[in-house]
């Protein structure tokens, strides 16, 4: 018998593992960053656009329900008012004399008066920027849209130039939003 150890046949290797390079980690965290940007920059362009709507929707006053003063919610589907710009809940506006208002809650109070017990229809004419339906609705048979300028609650944006008549009358006579120099 023999006093040497066994001979070994493998051998472990002197030299480490190569690492990778500084600029290799860089170059990955950066592409990294770079596809987060892309992913999360333009979600709305990602898949593609979602197509327009068109029909019509209908509900009851069980079924209606007031968001905002451009805003309603039937059948629990959230409808935009075609071609308006009211102001969001919470917003201050004052007047030239200092007095304050929530002009967002009196904007919804508005509308919450137009469609109170009356069934809504909304035609549906596209998409806004965040993906919800836009529509020209009606609370029998007044256009919401069209009355909420004309008492001054609402401002006509400029993709709609049919309810400007209405936002200058409301102006000029001191209605909604317009009185006393809210705005």
Same mark, same amino acid.
């Given at each position: 018998m023999s006093l040497r150890p066994p001979r070994r046949i493998f051998r472990a290797s002197s030299r480490a593992a190569p690492r990778m390079p500084l600029a290799v980690w860089a170059g990955l965290?950066?592409?990294t960053f770079g596809v987060l940007v892309i992913l999360l920059g333009a979600p709305? =362009? @990602?898949f593609g656009r979602v197509p327009p709507l068109?029909? =019509? @929707?209908r509900a009851t006053p069980a079924q209606t329900a007031v968001v905002d003063g451009e805003t309603l919610v039937l059948?629990?589907?959230i409808i935009r008012l075609d071609g308006i710009a009211a102001p969001a809940r919470g917003q201050v506006c004052r007047a030239q004399d200092g007095n304050q208002t929530d002009c967002g809650a009196e904007a919804a109070a508005a509308l919450a008066t137009l469609v109170r017990g009356r069934d809504i229809t909304c035609r549906l004419v596209g998409r806004d920027r965040e993906g919800f339906p836009r529509a020209?609705?009606?609370a029998g048979e007044q256009e919401l849209?069209?009355?909420l300028v004309a008492a001054g609650w609402a401002r006509a944006r400029a993709d709609m130039p049919g309810l400007a008549p209405e936002e200058a009358t409301a102006r000029a006579t001191g209605r909604g939003l317009w009185r006393a120099g809210w705005l």
């Open positions: 965290l950066g592409a709305a =362009e @990602l068109a029909g =019509e @929707l059948n629990e589907t020209i609705c009606r849209n069209r009355a």
